[in-house]
């Protein structure tokens, strides 16, 4: 294991109008843009160019085939897919409904979804057991705390199962204790500020994939350091990744995925397209808090300048 993970970089789609570009929409205030990915068996990396209403299977360095499924869904753009025997199953929340492209026909298809998801809170689709699982986050309005959901469907039928997944984040003193799916994890922190987003994915080994946020100390302006952790059921980290450190200062968004493998990878989506790595995780990571604090202090002092000079009118 390398002391500072590996960003390999599989596949690179630029932004644009042409065929061989994704899509990407920047008015000021909010970017359409492709929304998820996953890494098949053979290598291939599919995405999800929600923007264009197509799937793109990129594979050698190039792309091999597009796949439109346009006017199956009706939302802005599809949020979330899987792939299962040929077939991808993609996530219309708007609709509150699911369609299918196949690749080798090319067809696209709806299919009946009673399951009454939250819009934009689906977190994970897969198909496990001949059954099309979908987890999404949903609210106890009486606790008012959010909760995993898994809805399973029988292939081209309607939901036959709910229930809830056992996720739960227990913040003590230096750490903070994780159930999942009965097994404990008990992740240190190294300080107040830090937290636990979310778990990304449990691997085969029985290993986790967490994100964790140390938010910068003594600025009023949000910034923060945001670092991928593996950890094992005695909750020792075995492994850090530093996603793109420009990121630190932006607001560009990383999709992850892992493969059957237990291959982890990474999709950045910037204005000039798409960039996926293939993550090699490292033994620690140098920190970078020190430039994510000089960064948040400058845009604080600008801040301040901006309403210094501002005068309401009269």
Partial sequence: MPKEAVFEEICLIPAGNGEDCVGYIDDGSVSPCPQDFLVRDDGSVCILDSVKDRIIIFKDGEVQKYLDYTGVTTATYAENFT??????YCVDTVCNTLFTVDEEMGKAARMPLDADIPYDCVCRIEVADG?????????????L????????????KSIVERTRRTVEFDKRDGYTAVRVDGQ??????????????????????????????????????YRCEYTLRVYDNNGKCVGYALPDRSNQFSDIVNWYYVDSNDATYMMNVNVDGIHIYRITFGSGYTSRMDEVIAKGKAYQKEIAEAEAEWTPAN
Avoid: C, R, W
């Fill in 184 to 221: 404990d994890y008990n992740i240190a922190l190294n300080s107040e500020a830090e937290s636990i987003d979310g778990i990304y994915h449990k691997y085969n080994s029985g290993n986790i994939l967490v994100s964790v946020t140390e938010q910068a100390p003594g600025l009023e302006v």
């Fill in 145 to 156: 705390s959010s909760y995993l959901v898994v809805v399973k469907a029988g292939l081209g």
């Fill in 83 to 88: 792939y299962y025997d040929g077939v991808f």
């Fill in 131 to 143: 059954k099309l699982e979908i987890e999404f986050y949903e609210l106890d309005e009486q606790m």
